[in-house]
């Protein structure tokens, strides 16, 4: 059975009934009681660990060691000043967006990119978030984009900045030129997420680093870095950060889903940078590259809007998982043998040990096919969609559950897939607007719709031909 473990903050207490008793009044009037509302209880949120019990003690420790943050800057009692950045002001309550070239050129192409700076009428943390750091993966853009929404930035909506408490910027796209070019990579051939901290007299994609680092990043409390699969593969909702770091680990767990993989970045990449700044980090894994998947897109926003109500930047209450998964040791399942490979799983599938994950089979070899196997009971967070395989092609990445399997399986869909939180939920930057009846020029009108078409598409009266009757 999964080990219960409390939710983060302690449950709040039910606030005792008022005293009934009143004081006596004329008989002509009736006596009244009164109640005090009762203050909701939180439910506790289950925790499965999947991790050893040496970096379990690790993460315990770290937590118990860190003291809750205060910041003279974000005492809210003080006046709110100016945002500045790359020399220029935002002032209180306003949203204003900037366009900063990733590299200092007087001449050739300088790569502007656009940054919005959503400045609070009040004091509070600065959270920035990024996406298309990798110029393929399109679900860090969409998210972006659908914040920056009128739905989503007008008065009394959920960023108007009049009502926000702290700065947030957001950067849809890092990797500008990867972008244009439907390619992770910059055109040097670099991955941005390993030249951070960069340089400033380095390689073109180790400038980029130094100048985003240095001039925006770096100035940073808390940072939400959005990705989705390399090319080829498809990415399962999930959040990776170091729970080791507490500052990481607030963030991480406030973005309110289910899996939580305890991962320590790799060199070069941004998050890595940041912890080591004392900026509170975590990286959003969900959908594949050159593709633009709803689920993914809709967890990342809500993750996002998460976030941002639990570090009081903006009102409101955030949404909570049903569970949480904080897990460690994931796997890549590779091919053994080069052919056409046939997924019979998907990301977020729940798989039994000795299950069939994958076949491949080969034109040249008709009848024969190999089957690639579940080590054990686990979790799928990725799945190849690229059918053409060679050996020691990764087809899936494979999150082992040896203590907690029954937990992960009570939460399946019909497909045998883990539902994550707000992936079912209405889009929140949609709006459903009322219109008064219109009509437009040349629209049909009375009659059979069928009749109509055909007379003006099908029959031609001038050439006398007949047009043919269509049911």
Known sequence: MPDDEPVDEPVEKVVAEADKSV?????TKAKRTHKRPQKKIKKKIRVAHEMSADRRKEIKLALKEHESEHRDEWDRSSGQKSHLIMRKRVKPGQMRTLMVNLLDVEIGDAW???ITVIHGSRPGPVVTITGGIHGDEL???????????????????????THIAGTIR???????????????????????????????????TSRVAYRLWNDIIKSSDYLIDLHSAAKGRINMPQVRANLADPHSNIVAKAFGIEVILDSKPPKGSLRRTAMKAGIGCMTYEGGGADNIDHESTQVAVNGVLNVLKSLHVI?????????????????????GEGGLLDMWVGPSSVVEEGEIVATISDPAHPGLTVDIIAPGDGLMICTATNPHVSAGTPVGHFLPLSK??????????????????????????REEIEVDEISLEGEWSGGSIDAEWQTSFVGDSESG???HRIS
Request: glycine residues 8%; aromatic residues 6%; contains cysteine.
């Open 139 to 161: 679900t860090g853009p969409s998210a972006c984009t659908h914040l920056l929404s009128t739905s989503m930035t007008d008065p009394e909506r959920p960023l108007d900045p």
């Open 465 to 467: 031909e007949a047009g």
């Open 315 to 335: 009102p409101g209450n955030p949404t909570r998982p049903r569970f949480r998964l904080l897990a460690q040791g994931s796997t890549w399942l590779r091919a």
């Open 23 to 27: 004081k006596k009044k004329p008989k």
């Open 404 to 429: 907690h399997a029954e937990l992960i399986r009570s939460q399946l869909d019909e497909n045998n897939m883990l539902i994550i939180a707000g992936s079912e939920d209405e889009p929140v930057w």
């Open 112 to 114: 502007p990119i656009p």
């Open 170 to 204: 957001i950067i849809p796209i890092i990797n500008l030129p990867g972008y244009r070019n439907k390619s992770r990579y910059f055109p040097d051939g670099r991955d941005l997420n390993r030249e951070f901290p960069g340089r400033i007299k380095g390689n073109t």
